[in-house]
Nanobody
Framework: QIQLVESGGGLVQVGGSLRLSCAAS????????MAWFRQVPGKERELVAV????????SYADSVEGRFTISRDNDKKMVYLQMHSLKVEDTAVYYC????????????????WGQGTQVTVSS
């Protein structure tokens, strides 16, 4: 079992950058595939990026490909989302999640979720 806490959100102008962090506690973090999702009120939660437990494979939504980078540090029990060239449409609450099974992470049915961190991109 793991607990997840996101941080790093805030207000940024169009074209700016932010780095989100997800701190995990609990055992066997390195066994979990991890992902970042985002959600805007009134819309479904959207997968942003996913990283395997080894960190050697990542995948991104088309809308963020080339602008966002997901990474992890298993020794520190951290997952990061580096965001560049931010757009107004990136405004959302960003959630970190984790699960032992990759399909569950992709489907948004991961067992463990953080509380979310707000990212607001202003024009």
């Amino acid at each position: 079992q793991i607990q997840l806490v996101e941080s790093g959100g805030g207000l940024v102008q169009v074209g700016g950058s932010l780095r989100l962090s997800c701190a995990a506690s609990g055992q066997y973090f390195s066994h979990y595939d991890m992902a970042w999702f985002r959600q805007v009120p009134g819309k479904e939660r959207e997968l942003v990026a996913v990283i395997t437990w080894t960190g050697d494979s990542t995948s991104y939504a088309d809308s963020v490909e080339g602008r966002f980078t997901i990474s992890r540090d298993n020794d520190k029990k951290m997952v990061y989302l580096q965001m560049h060239s931010l757009k107004v449409e990136d405004t959302a609450v960003y959630y970190c999640c984790g699960d032992r099974t990759y399909p569950s992470v992709l489907a948004g049915t991961a067992d463990y979720w953080g509380q979310g961190t707000q990212v607001t991109v202003s024009s």
